[in-house]
């Protein structure tokens, strides 16, 4: 036997093995190069949004300026009076109703179908409610219309006006009920099994698990389920443009009719504007608007889902 190869059997002796270079199938590399023009179409179609909603916003903002449009209470485009409030106040509005109505019952649905619900119940009641994601909000928009209003009406009298901007949050909480219930069922389901066996061991009910233990520890994905139910509610257009109204109203009175940012940006541009008019352009400061106050919404998501996050090994 040689000493190159008394060399390799021997104990002491390291071996380096070759670094296995694999070439890519023609598949591979294709659907690499294919899902890398995805991300970029993503990204510059995300990036164009931003550049056109920021050129148009700019040349609004040359005539207009930022302080009247920011703490202004008219908005009166044909006054040149472009005070956002009015429009604001009504969007918080409806946003505030639907999420009285979508968080309670979204939080309560994900607690049933993640704590309580049999296999087969949850396998029946979880595609049930998340039907509710696939109806056009036109549909809602016409139910709150012409069933919410009427309900309204028939309890608090004849103060709720035909368009209002209670039944249309109302309704609007109940488009965005799926997507809290969905998100906040997937933030419990992450709780750990090994959690509640203790606190079932220390002598706890299923109720003082559930609030003591698997509430808590599921926070960061709750909050951040609420605050995304929240951006869609506020970017929600076609409920609001049917139910709410069709004029700025700076009003407290949920009975009454009020415009929001975003049923005035689809009444007017479907109405016979000229193009580069101060009309024309406040649809993009308008829009502008919306993208920062999401973008801040998804920013605060992000950030408190990081900052209170279990991670459990």
Same mark, same amino acid.
């Given at each position: 036997m040689s000493s190159r190869t008394l060399d390799l059997v021997s104990p002491g002796a390291q071996l380096? =093995?070759? #670094?296995? %270079?694999?070439r890519l199938r023609p598949t591979e590399t294709i659907m690499r190069a294919v899902l890398l023009a995805c991300g970029v179409v993503s990204i510059a179609t995300t990036i164009g949004i931003v550049l056109v909603l920021g050129l148009e916003s700019l040349a609004f903002f040359r005539e207009v300026p930022l302080t009247d449009f920011l703490f202004s209470t008219t908005?009166?485009?044909?006054?040149?009076?472009?005070? %956002?409030? #009015? +429009?604001l106040s009504a969007t918080l509005m409806t946003t505030t109703f639907a999420l009285l109505v979508s968080v309670? $019952?979204?939080?309560? &649905?994900? %607690? @049933?179908?993640?704590? @309580? &619900?049999?296999?087969?119940?949850? &396998?029946? +009641?979880?595609p049930v409610l998340e039907l509710l994601a696939g109806i056009p909000t036109v549909v809602y928009g016409f139910f709150a219309l012409t069933f919410m209003t009427? $309900?309204?009406?028939?309890?608090?009298? =004849? !103060?709720? !006006?035909?368009?209002?901007?209670?039944? &249309?949050g109302l309704v609007m909480g109940i488009m965005i009920l799926p997507t809290i219930a969905s998100m906040s069922e997937d933030a419990l389901n992450a709780v750990p099994r090994a959690l509640r066996e203790a606190s079932y061991g220390l002598g706890a009910t299923r109720f003082e698990t559930i609030a003591k233990v698997v509430v808590p520890a599921a926070f960061s994905g709750l909050v951040a389920a609420f605050l995304i139910g929240m951006a869609r509610a506020v970017g929600e257009t076609m409920i609001v443009a049917l139910a709410a109204g069709a004029g700025p109203n700076m009003t407290l009175n949920p009975f009454e009719p009020a415009q929001t940012i975003t049923g005035? %940006?689809?009444s007017i541009s479907g109405g016979d504007i000229s193009y580069d008019s101060l009309d024309y352009q406040s649809i993009f400061a308008l829009g502008l608007f919306l993208f920062l106050f999401t973008l801040v919404l998804n920013l605060v998501s992000q950030w408190i889902s990081r900052r209170f996050r279990e991670v459990y090994q």
């Open positions: 380096r =093995p070759r #670094p296995m %270079i694999r908005w009166q485009p044909r006054l040149g009076q472009f005070g %956002i409030w #009015p +429009l309670p $019952l979204g939080l309560a &649905a994900a %607690i @049933y179908l993640s704590e @309580y &619900a049999h296999p087969r119940t949850r &396998a029946t +009641l979880k009427p $309900l309204l009406q028939a309890i608090f009298g =004849p !103060q709720v !006006q035909v368009y209002n901007t209670f039944s &249309a005035y %940006i689809a």
